[in-house]
C-alpha cells in the first residue's frame, strides 16, 4: 500500500502539465498553482493523513506542501525529475516532521527535495510509469507479506522510524526487524517481477 503513492505519476502528458505549471508560478501565475493541487491534492492529502493520523494535521501539511512549492517552484529543477514525485516526498517530509515534532524530536535536516533524482515519467520512452495496474500489484504484494514484515515497513516509511526505533517499539530485537525487512523487501521484488506484464 505505501508504494501507492507512486501511482499518481498518471501519464506523460499530466508531466509535462505539472511542469509548466511550475514554470508559471515562478511568474506569479496563482492559477498554476490552483492547477497542481487540483491534480494532487486528493493523493498528497491522503499520505498525510496517513502518517499523521489526524485530519488537522493532515491539512496543515497539505498546507504547508502547497506553500513551499509555491515558494520554490524556481528552486525546482525539472530536468531531475517529476513533479508527482517532488510533491510526494514533500509531503512525506513535512508529515514526518510534524510527527517528530510531537514526540519532542528535532526534525529532519532540512533537504532541497529539488536535487532528489524522482523518476521522471516524462523523461523518455524506457522509463516506466506506474500506472493504477502496477499500484493495484503493489498493494496486492503488501497485504500478501505476513504482519510480521508488513508493519515494519509500514512504520519505517509512514512514521519515518529507524530499524532500531521500529524494534523498540515492536519489543523485537534489531537484527530480526532487519532480517524481516529484508525478507519483505525480497518478497516483493519477486511478487512484482513475476506479475509484470
Known sequence: MWLAVLSTIADASAADSDRFALQR????DHDALAEVYDRHAR???SLA????????DAEDVLQEVFTQVWRQAGRYDTSRGSVAGWLVMLTRSRALDRLRRERGEPPAADVDWAAIDVVDPGA???????????????????EALPDAQRVPLELGYYEGLSQSAIAGRLGVPLGTIKTRMR???????????????
Not at 508560478?25 to 506569479?28: A, C, D, S, Y
Not at 493523513?49 to 488537522?56: A, C
Open 49 to 56: 493523513l496517513r502518517i499523521v493520523g489526524r485530519q488537522p
Open 43 to 45: 493523493l498528497l492529502y
Open 183 to 197: 525478507q519483505a523487501l525480497l518478497r516483493l521484488r519477486d511478487a512484482l517481477a513475476e506479475t509484470a506484464p
Open 124 to 142: 523518455g520512452a524506457d522509463l516506466r510509469l506506474v500506472t493504477a495496474e502496477q499500484a493495484a500489484r503493489i498493494r496486492a504484494a503488501l
Open 25 to 28: 508560478m515562478v511568474r506569479g
